[in-house]
């Protein structure tokens, strides 16, 4: 089209919307408040976010990884991700690191793994570094790590061999890959070290030499990942390398994976509870942890908070019906909170009055992790694993 | 009060509805494009609800109702013809897109009546792009809203145009002016 | 790794898989019946679609259109699609037409509008027709038209300028680009033409000449488009170019699109209960039509189903509480249901003992149109428009 | 009876979990990886479950109450570890993948006991894969499933390793031996 032609209905569009929308007198009602302002859009930037920030990642279904304060309970943004994508802050706060797989043409075309590096506060795409592949599953936290210092990210393959890519996040390229065969997930431990569980019982740890290249070394074997396995989503402490983990029957295992890996020494929290060891014999009916994220470590106190629920063995992804508060000093349950509502997932805020959260489908609950008073409710917060920011994921 | 009889309110209006960003020349582009497109009326302020009557007996369902304290729920009274997720409820405002969405320079609009001051105003419903759906605070208000082929008042399109990513993350409800 | 390597890992897994595994002794219980034998892996097929399936397009959130036969209740397949996309099906029922909008990486990258082409039996990807644009909206039926010879395709743009996208589905390419000012929506009618609604009141038909370009020829303004609009999802003979469309206040509209196109004379389904018009005035509480697809048309029989609720005006995306049937020869309603269930989307089957179809939220019901009896209600069956294959779009 | 003492046993099942389809080399790819991996227990069949207590003592919640009859429910004997939507509510089958949709040469095992002949069988858990979620008849079983540090036996893996599109649709349950 010319532009006379665009001018000329230009000027015929507003006659007619001046015709249509023009000369009505004003009725003057005398004391009227002035008109409200015509206003601008903007764009909000996120807030340094403190301890009691938490981010509920939903990677399947409506994905997003949504951020919510502790304190006032109000959302504060959403952090963009394909479905099935792990989310992890940068340990300094500048930037969100978010390990997607996206295809060309949505189902189908050419499949690009990246690790898309957004900025802490605008959550706009910094960079994207490309990756040769990582494992597509739901609702694990510790497939993709955050070395302390920040400088390594350890994304989890699984392609279906095992293996361990290690990104430079100063020089935003992907090092190399380790294989860890017969072994998953890879937390973050220390400076450049990653941790991930075997499916003979051990642990490994994958340790960077100066070029970043990794080799793996094992403990012993000391639980069974075929009948009382450790829950993927254990809690570690990325700057010292302690880790408490928890298996299916209700052990805890203090995990040192700061030098070479140890087995740990497993105990009950049944026991803690004053209750017998829980049986994995069909028809016993047991107190067992549950859920997909079924435990909370609150380093600074040593307390530990696990979702429970009765049930027979092989039910470890029933959501908790009760919270059990437990030292894990004294390994002596402290409170058991019969909760509202079921939960599958529970986080705690690392900070010296902490906050807890727990959710559910969609809801999120806040509660005082002393008390365990309820703060928040809030709806429509999405479902997925519960992330703080702090040392402990 | 806006001058209605002078060209220069509509102009003022019409850069304020396209977000009056030059930014990537989308003013230039769009901007041209709403202008042209002949029977699309961008400016429906002539009829019912902006007229005088105030009373009970003129105002919808929705206006009957609404209030202006709690703008996170959907009968804050911007949002006669909102669709969506409110940006109340994502991190973002009123007026104001959550982080690391975008504020598109098109809209569909609605006229919404103040209950503190009685006046009629044109809001512009601006979705913010860029990110995966919100899904908080979902409203669906219909006040005088219309079917598609008369987009200016539709709030079922994705109006993301002329922002670098389609992706619908919630809606806001900006005073874009007057409507009596 | 080297094949020998390989070679030797693989000999001592199979080892060790037989020593735990290996020497069982079989307790025999003597009248066993056979033991089940091992099965092989196989893809189904879909069956040549008959009048009486319906097509439930789910275009927001957990997208894909379902096919469910309405005998049996039974799904059939999902034809895959982006979010906000179109689906049709060749009147020859050899393909399923999707048009679709994909970003190379999810919500950004380069955006590719498209027509793919899925085989109607496999749903295999056949070729994917590059388009130019396309308009992103949920729940409207007519924003892809198919020619009753199935060779063309209209599809409806918006970019904010209104335009219909011809494809020629033999020739597998865009043939260009009718502008429809001020117009929007492309239902097919006949060989070579398309419908459209005006903002200004009136009907639109775009006729295609010989070398598949179009012209647009307007109808008088007959309704307003501001103040009682026509439903985008109106119901549309394909092959006649005959429609009913029905108006916020509940004024049908029978339409004739087959030349010329002309103003149709509406009358009112309240009248034809026996009620007053429909007030637009405020706290005038009515029987109105609603929700998004709110009227369907049982073309052999003259019937019309529409979901009606009582409500002010400007309540039109409320679901129906009632269901009218209506003869649309006497213009006088034949039956008012109470539905057990609110429902926004109708569609009717158009064979001689006709299914209804009702969707809201997840759930469709099947019910006998003639006895309005409920033959299924099918669970998570996706909320979206309804379309039942033959020449009533 | 299947030969449990002889290498062939090993291998057919080997290539049954591999769908032992060579189309498009998946086998050799693929296959060779899974053999590869050096403490991938690919057949738990040699405890609790799979041994001869077929009392109502020896067997888990699932199994005492799984039924033969209606492969659209949950409770189906075969679908002690499944999770996500069955196929069956999809257009396919208890072994057939709906139509559009592929089936993985890779997948999951459970042991699952079937009520009608007591015997324990090894079942593939195959995911469809090509189009969006089905999202109809969704099942979480978890019978002596595990984490995905032994993938062999974990339901939340998307399991679409080796076919066109890791797209997940639904999951069929394929009965590929005994487990006796």
């Known amino acids: 089209m010319g532009g006379i032609g665009r001018m000329r209905q230009r000027i015929s569009v507003i006659a007619a919307l001046l015709s249509a929308a023009g000369v009505q007198a004003q009725a003057q009602t005398p ?5 409200l302002p015509v206003e601008e859009s903007d764009v909000a930037a996120l807030p340094v976010l403190g301890p009691r920030v938490v981010m509920v990642n939903t990677n399947w279904g409506s994905t997003g990884a949504r951020l919510f304060d502790g304190d006032t309970g109000k959302m ?11 989310v992890a802050l940068d340990p300094a706060g500048r930037y969100f690191y978010v390990a997607e797989s996206i295809w060309t043409k949505g189902n189908r075309g050419t499949r690009q793994d990246m690790l898309t590096v957004r900025d802490a506060r605008t959550l706009k795409v910094v960079r994207e570094i490309a990756l040769p592949g990582r494992l597509l599953v739901g609702t694990r936290k510790h497939d993709l790590g ?3 210092d920040g400088r390594y990210a350890y994304v989890y393959d699984f392609d279906p ?3 361990i890519i290690v990104v430079d996040l100063v020089r935003s390229r992907v090092l190399g890959r380790t294989e860890v065969p017969g072994c998953g997930l890879s937390a973050a431990i220390g400076a450049a070290a990653s941790l991930s569980l075997c499916a003979d019982g051990a642990l490994a740890v994958t340790t960077l030499d100066a070029r970043g290249r990794g080799s793996v070394s094992r403990s012993e074997s000391f639980f069974s990942a075929e009948n009382d396995p450790i829950f993927d989503n254990f809690a570690v402490d990325t700057a010292s390398g302690a880790a408490m983990m928890l298996s299916y029957t209700g052990l805890v295992y203090p995990v040192d994976a700061s030098g070479e890996p140890k087995a740990p020494t497993p105990w009950s929290v049944q026991e803690a509870a004053g209750l017998p060891r829980a049986s994995t014999a069909p028809l016993a009916v047991n107190w067992l942890p549950g859920g997909r994220q079924p435990m909370a470590w609150h380093k600074p106190s040593g307390r530990l908070f696990v979702l429970m629920h009765m049930g027979e063995y092989w039910s470890q992804k029933e959501p908790g019906t009760e919270l059990w508060v437990i030292d894990s000093a004294t390994r002596r349950v402290l409170t058991r909170k019969k909760l509202k509502h079921k939960a599958s997932f529970v986080e705690v805020s690392q900070d010296a009055q902490p906050l807890l959260f727990l959710n559910e489908e969609e809801t999120l609950w806040v509660l005082d992790a002393a008390t365990l008073e309820q703060k928040h409710e809030i709806a429509n917060a ?3 694993t519960l992330t703080t920011f702090g040392p402990v994921r | 009060m806006p001058d209605h009889s002078s060209d220069a309110r509509f ?9 009056h960003s030059s ?3 989308i003013l230039a582009r769009l901007g041209a494009t709403i202008v042209a497109a002949p029977v699309f009326p961008l400016l429906p302020v002539s009829h019912a609800q902006s007229g005088k009557d105030r009373s009970v007996r003129g105002k919808t369902g929705f206006a009957r109702t609404a209030q202006t304290k709690d703008d996170t729920q959907c009968d804050y009274w911007r949002y006669c013809a909102i669709d969506g997720s409110l940006c109340t409820c994502c991190g973002g405002g009123v007026h104001t897109c959550p982080p690391g969405t975008e504020p598109s320079p098109t809209s569909w609009v609605g006229t919404c009546i103040n209950p503190d001051d009685g006046r009629a105003y044109l809001i512009a419903y601006r979705d913010c792009c860029g990110s995966s759906a919100c899904n908080r605070c979902n409203c669906d208000n219909t006040d005088r809203a219309t079917e598609i082929y008369r987009p200016s008042t539709n709030n079922d399109i994705i109006w993301c145009f002329g922002v670098s990513s389609m992706e619908y993350h919630c809606s806001t409800a900006v005073v874009v002016g007057t409507a009596e």
Do not use: D, T, V, Y
Request: aromatic fraction near 0%; charge should be positive.
């Open chain 1, 31 to 35: 004391p009227r408040p002035p008109e």
């Open chain 1, 76 to 86: 504060l943004g959403l952090i963009h991700e394909a479905q099935l994508s792990n």
């Open chain 1, 146 to 148: 955050i070395s302390a």
């Open chain 1, 161 to 163: 061999a095992s293996s």
């Open chain 1, 382 to 384: 999405g479902g997925g």
């Open chain 2, 11 to 19: 102009e003022r209006l019409l850069r304020r509805l396209a977000g």
């Open chain 2, 23 to 25: 930014r990537r020349g």
